[in-house]
C-alpha cells in the first residue's frame, strides 16, 4: 500500500495517487463523500491535474467513485481489498536491470 505520492518512485504517480485514495475511501470516507475536486486534489498531492485525472478515471473505471462534472468526486463503494495488485504487478514485470535504479 502506498501511503504518499513518492515522485522518484519508479511506480508511475497516477498508480501512486490510486493506492493513496482507495485507502482514504476504505478508512476514512463512507457512500456518498465528496473525494475532492481535480484542482483540490492536485494541490493536497502535489501533482498535476493530469495525474489526478488519471487516477480518478481508474477509480470510476473500478465504480468506486462517481466523478460530476463540476461537482467533484464522490464515493459510490467501498474498494475491494486488491487495491495494491496493480503496483505489485507494475514492480514485479520490471526487469532485473530496471530494478536496480
Do not use: W
Not at 56 to 64: D, F, P, Q, R, V
Not at 69 to 74: A, C, D, I, Q, V
Request: with cysteine; aromatic share 4%; hydrophobic share 35%.
Amino acid at each position: 500500500m502506498v501511503k504518499n505520492i513518492d515522485k522518484s518512485s519508479p511506480i508511475p504517480l497516477y498508480i501512486q495517487l490510486e493506492s493513496v485514495l482507495r485507502n482514504k475511501i476504505s478508512n476514512k470516507l463512507g457512500v456518498n463523500a465528496p473525494l475532492g475536486t481535480i484542482k483540490e486534489l492536485c494541490k493536497r498531492y502535489d501533482v498535476s491535474a493530469i495525474t489526478v485525472k488519471r487516477a480518478l478515471k481508474e477509480l470510476a473505471n473500478a465504480g468506486i467513485i462517481n466523478r460530476i462534472k463540476s461537482k467533484g468526486n464522490f464515493v459510490l463503494k467501498q474498494p475491494s481489498l486488491k487495491s495494491d495488485k496493480k503496483i505489485m504487478g507494475f514492480v514485479s514485470n520490471r526487469s532485473p536491470h530496471q530494478q536496480q535504479n
